[in-house]
């Protein structure tokens, strides 16, 4: 285990991060080389589901760092975007066929059973709505248009539960109304949706009644966003921000203040490049980086008042 | 109950105009890029340097003393990966100030970028074949467009050609800010599109916004250049012994969204003048600014004084009969010429407009097909974009069609690996299938062409 550098605030009373490097995604063969790839961790099983867009395909990893299985390079699903993960281990896969993004639901094992078609769309979503993003929390999918900041959630039926639209709000905050695009997008266990907008250099926590809450300022220093991208929030509410350009990942309080950082640009095992996505569980943090440096994982403890450690 | 299909639609037409809150059409903040001690919260703030790296970064970047900055105090591994950090990215679809798809698509998937420039992933996408008479086609991706180095995202230099054709600019030393100033001290000063140069000793007026849309200067503000596009005298400081440009950056419009599929609304940039004088900064021996009457230049004619009034061969008998600019009205597809001036503008063969004036440029710019008319004011020229994308695309030589082979559709449709009949001989897919052909061609629809279409060279030429 190699110790990652960290920083963080100075503070009597504040929460004290401690990040270790542990280990790559890897298989048989070593560390996996990849760029960009997408994260989502299936908490029930403690497995990493892993879009490998470089590859064309989906990798699935314990929480070991050990490749299981892979599915989806053969295009029978279409280009894979996204895939979300149901506790019984069903897989929710949303994809690009001849340039419409289709849902399909499919096996554990990646095996397609039937596409999923939404119920109840409402008027405002019935047209042009375009998710890229897919995930899974409490019973429910969330389907995030990040273009135009729309997030539709449905049961694992299709049936539409609740929709947001959250461009008026979120460009209010924009100096230019093109800034205000998701970059990352997830949803924490209490039904939050979380997006970072880099642009704009903040990230938003918009709670189930449709309250946003905008956080992060711009600039160099530790807990100043830069380029933010990819956003997660573990168990106890934590949230963890990925910064390409500071090549960090933030750690924030469920209050939002700043924690602490690790990371930094470099070729050590334990520094990170270019890090675009970021998934929690277990103690373990999963982040996706460029420059084929594939998945770092890392041992997190947060210590402190109201923080009971990793 | 309602239900859909997900559909992946354009975004409608958005009306202010993009100043971008980082750029502003200059200098962004400095801390932006640079890390100015390698310092942040008395830590250092990088690991080390790739000691893989070569050429001008073999240095090091990322130093790992603290306090001690990297080369050229970049936080980005090098230029490239700095800019492409956020102009990268891994959409579903044509997203804003995206200039490059990453990943790069694998298999059957295409590039999902649609800015004017094009989309840097091509370059990586080599595309083999076979022809219909046994010969092997490949169409390697360094041929695909300006091979800038950016080793966070896969982008190699061309392993062909090691300076730039017509010039000397190293392909190794080939980055975004090769062509764009990340600084920007150029500004266009006035309405009539002046551009001014800060220099020593001299007083201009500071960058307010960004220029790239329309905006004009005030009495108090400059605007930036087109696209941050660098300026005479500019001299890349990580390049040894550059030859420092000549020329001003190219005076130019576009509209407020440009990165769109062009299925159903092409996006015109209102080029005005200067783009072929600038591409020669660094292409200075291809290049040939005038009309070649005397055919004695033996280089196409691209540049200010390359007008579209030229003469050409009336196909009536008249050697002389017409002019360049008749022909482009005139010409819709292979046969057809039965055009018409106020709708012939085709945004795969763009021309510039003869004119600096912003406003006029700014009425031009669109991206809903609102503008459409041909040239008719006899100041129109063709430019190096007349035929080649900036950044990249799916054919060689970056040219916006396929130049190597006789038809781009056959049969009504795309060529490609998976289409039937002729279209799919190697000659004529150039190894892509149909649906990567088609994105190449900004999505338009095969219909857009003729049953049997030639060579867009002929949208000038009408030889076909």
Known sequence: MTSAIAAAPAGAGAAELRAAYLFNLSDVNGAIPMSWAGLAYDRSAGELYVTDRGAGEVRVFRQSGIEVQSFGDDEALGTVTDVAIREDGELFVLALKNGRAVLERCSYRGEPLAPLALRGVPAAFAKGFAPEAIRYSGGKLYLADKAHLKVLVADTDGGVQATYDLQAKVAAEAKNRDDARMTGFAVDPSGNLLFTAGPMFRAFVVSPAGEVRGFGTRGSTPGKFNVVAGIAADERGYLYVTDLLRAVVMVFDPSLEFVGEFGYRGEAPENLIAPIDVSVGKGQVFVAQGAMRGVSVFRVEIAGPDAAGG | MKFIRLAVTAAAALSFSSAYAFHDGGVAYCDGCHSMHNSSGNKSMS???????????????????????????????????????????????????????????????????????????????????????????????????????????????????????????????????????????????????????????????????SGSYGAVATLDEAVGVYRLLAPANYSQMSVTNPLPFNANPPVAVAPAKYNQSEATSEVRVAYGAGMSEWCANCHRSIHNANTNTANTALIHPAGNGALLTATANDLAGNANGTTIAAIYNAYKMSGDLTGVQTASYTSLVPYEEGTTTIATLASHASNTGAYTAGPSAGTENVMCLSCHRAHAGGFDSLSRWNNKAEFLTLGGAYAGTDATGEGAYGQYSMGMTQAQQAAAYYDRPASTFAYAQRSLCNKCHAKD
């Open chain 2, 47 to 209: 690991g080390g340097r790739n000691t893989t790296l070569a050429g001008w970064n073999a240095a090091g970047k990322a130093s790992l003393t603290q306090f001690q900055g990297n080369a050229y105090l970049l936080q980005g591994s090098d230029d490239s990966s700095t800019c492409l950090n956020c102009h990268a990215a891994s959409d579903t679809a044509p997203s804003s100030y995206h200039v490059m798809t990453f990943p790069a698509p694998t298999g059957t998937a295409a590039p999902v970028e649609r800015t004017p420039g094009g989309d840097f992933s091509w370059v990586t996408m080599t595309f083999s074949a076979t022809a219909s008479y046994g010969a092997p086609v490949t169409s390697k991706g360094e041929r695909h467009g300006h091979n800038v180095v950016a080793q966070d995202y896969g982008l190699v230099a061309d392993t062909t050609l090691l300076t730039a054709p017509g010039g000397s600019f190293p392909a190794a030393s080939l980055s975004c800010a090769s062509c764009h100033d990340p600084h920007s001290r150029a500004r266009v000063i006035d309405a009539n599109g002046t551009i001014a140069n800060s220099a020593l000793g001299a007083k201009v007026l500071p960058i307010g916004s």
